[in-house]
Nanobody, 122 residues
Framework: VQLQAYGGGLVQAGGYLRLSCAASISVYHMGWFRQAPGKEREFVAALRWSGGSTKYADSVNGRFTISKNNAKNTVFLQMNSLKPEDTAVYYC???????????????????WGQGTQVTVSS
């Protein structure tokens, strides 16, 4: 499975960005992780393809929205009210194995995109 992520960039605090990630084949789960400089990688958002259930990290809940385009095997991350602490490399992830849980830990994802930089200036 190839994952191609787009949409990162530089934005001022309070602004917005939209990330997108296209999978080369159908998958059961997709999501986003991020890693800020000097910090561990952390979960951001997840989506289970069947039914469209979603899960968010507390730090982004209410500001970020994950959604999908079924026809294009694409997942989006709409990021609003961005904060400087959202600055990180954002990674798109996917898994081909179904799970009853929407949230999957990092090690469960078989496929990772190349990462896209998001920088939020204060």
């Amino acid at each position: 499975v190839q994952l191609q992520a787009y949409g990162g960039g530089l934005v001022q605090a309070g602004g917005y960005l939209r990330l997108s990630c296209a999978a080369s084949i159908s998958v059961y789960h997709m999501g986003w992780f991020r890693q800020a400089p000097g910090k561990e990688r952390e979960f951001v958002a997840a989506l289970r393809w069947s039914g469209g259930s979603t899960k968010y990290a507390d730090s982004v809940n209410g500001r970020f929205t994950i959604s999908k385009n079924n026809a294009k095997n694409t997942v989006f991350l709409q990021m609003n009210s961005l904060k400087p602490e959202d600055t990180a490399v954002y990674y798109c992830v996917a898994d081909r194995h179904y799970s009853g849980s929407v949230y999957l830990p990092e090690y469960r994802y078989d496929y990772w995109g190349q990462g896209t930089q998001v920088t939020v200036s204060s």
